[in-house]
């Protein structure tokens, strides 16, 4: 009976999201996503650059290591992203720092899709126990927002090229970050991404040797996947299926699918933790444990907690203690 109960107020949930949610036209935009590469005239030629995209290694690299234009203030941190996009907001990023009191260890915590608050009570968890925590805003969210939007569209939706460039730009903004985080002493640097963060935080981890552990909440491998079976972006879904079938999906968002980047996140200096939901809606379980199974195949050993709740319901005790202690023995080992 409870974990009916549970389920209803997941769906209640996810129903306030659909609220604001309204459907976008298709677009492929490829130069957007592959600048310098033109305008892709077809699907086809889209996910030609997208597999091109995959195979280079560079794809994800940030174009400068400058710790310039970075402004502290009463614990907030800005600075210039170095992808410019038509939405002059969205072109400074904004993190929150709690500190711990230490210069030795730091986490960078990516929120989920359409947050509507940073994560307070789990950065003053984390900065208790000596690890200082810095709250970024991915694109187009908070202080980042489009004007007029009532979600956050423009980092995930229809636009296949603009969903590849924003997540691109939370890649390059986290990598960035970490840069900074470096040139102040830190030398024990974590990520902590929930949902559609969890993306952005295991792709960094698997191109930023930096990053020594990576804690990826309510996550899977295919972000075509995810959006095509998802509770919370069924109207992208409504929106994509016209033009563009799921096979085709999952070539032109290639470049964002962890499943691929598997051999990365397997490396042996990396530490990583997954946390799924069995009644989770949004990232189906079977598609976390399809990632986590290309993880072990490419020769990771991740940490794994499965709770029986849904997407939403993580965020309720007792699961979110549960979690929260889980990362806690992340970021505990081997220090």
């Not at 459907?23 to 033109?38: M, N, S, T, V, W």
């Not at 720092?97 to 994560?119: D, I, K, L």
């Not at 968890?125 to 694109?139: D, H």
């Not at 559609?196 to 899977?220: C, E, F, N, Q, R």
Request: with cysteine; aromatic share 10%; net charge positive.
């Amino acid at each position: 009976m409870y974990h009916s109960w549970l389920d209803r107020w997941d769906e209640r949930r996810a129903r306030r999201g659909d609220a604001v949610k309204t459907k976008a036209d298709f677009a492929l935009d490829a130069d957007l996503a592959f600048p310098g590469a033109g305008q892709a005239g077809s699907i086809a030629a889209f996910c030609e650059l997208a597999d091109a995209a995959v195979a280079d290694p560079t794809f994800f690299d940030e174009p400068g290591s400058s710790d310039l234009g970075f402004e502290i203030e009463d614990g907030w941190v800005a600075f210039p992203s170095d992808m410019i996009t038509a939405i002059e907001r969205n072109n400074t990023v904004w993190a929150k720092v709690t500190e711990s009191g230490s210069r030795n260890r730091a986490m960078v915590v990516f929120h989920h899709w359409n947050a509507a608050a940073r994560y307070r009570q789990i950065a003053w968890f984390f900065a208790r126990r000596g690890i200082t925590v810095v709250e970024i805003a991915m694109p187009y969210h908070f202080e980042r927002s489009r004007p007029g939007a009532s979600y956050a569209d423009h980092m995930l939706g229809p636009n296949l090229g603009r969903t590849v460039q924003s997540m691109r730009q939370a890649v390059w903004d986290g990598r960035k970050l970490i840069r900074w985080l470096e040139s102040k002493g830190y030398r024990k640097i974590s990520v902590l991404g929930m949902s559609l963060g969890s993306w952005v935080a295991g792709l960094i981890a698997a191109y930023d040797p930096a990053v020594s552990k990576a804690a990826l909440l309510l996550t899977a491998g295919s972000l075509a996947d995810m959006v095509w079976t998802g509770r919370a972006t069924q109207a992208i879904r409504e929106s994509l299926e016209p033009a563009i079938d799921l096979e085709s999906l999952r070539r032109a968002w290639g470049p964002l699918d962890q499943e691929k980047h598997a051999h990365r996140l397997a490396r042996p200096d990396l530490d990583l933790q997954v946390v799924l939901a069995r009644r989770d809606t949004v990232v189906l379980p079977d598609l976390s444990r399809r990632l986590i199974q290309r993880l072990k195949d490419a020769g990771a050993r991740p940490a794994i907690l499965e709770l029986n709740c849904g997407h939403y319901s993580l965020s309720m005790p007792p699961y979110l203690v549960w979690a929260g202690l889980s990362v806690t023995r992340l970021l505990q080992r081997g220090h």
